[in-house]
Nanobody, 120 residues
Framework: QVQLVESGGGLVQPGGSLTLSCTAS????????MGWYRQAPGKQRDLVAR???????DYADSVKGRFTISRGDTGNTLYLQMSSLKPEDTAVYYC??????????????WGQGTQVTVSS
């Protein structure tokens, strides 16, 4: 079982900044990729940014140039630095990690979500 704990959400004014964190714990062999998704009320959950074990990154067009995804030194912690925030960034942000528990069993784990509200 791989557990993900997110933190860092909150209320911020338009144009402000916020950093989200996600820490993976439990028993696993390898992490292949870590990512952030978000879901606004009444909408589907969409990819915000993703980073692979090799360091390749992928961003939604709507956040390019404003958000930066990174991993901590141990590789088990994920960050999302968000700047120039807009009201349309308001959503519940979810951490996602995919990898392998051992040589054959994969896993795909989700965090509980953290609310980000951008409002004046």
């Amino acid at each position: 079982q791989v557990q993900l704990v997110e933190s860092g959400g909150g209320l911020v004014q338009p144009g402000g900044s916020l950093t989200l964190s996600c820490t993976a714990s439990g028993s696993f062999f390898r992490i292949n990729a870590m990512g952030w998704y978000r879901q606004a009320p009444g909408k589907q959950r969409d990819l915000v940014a993703r980073i692979t074990s090799g360091g390749s990154t992928d961003y939604a067009d709507s956040v390019k140039g404003r958000f930066t995804i990174s991993r901590g030194d141990t590789g088990n912690t994920l960050y999302l630095q968000m700047s120039s925030l807009k009201p349309e960034d308001t959503a519940v942000y979810y951490c996602n990690v995919v990898g392998y528990k051992n040589y054959v069993e994969s896993f795909d784990s989700w965090g509980q979500g953290t609310q980000v509200t951008v409002s004046s």
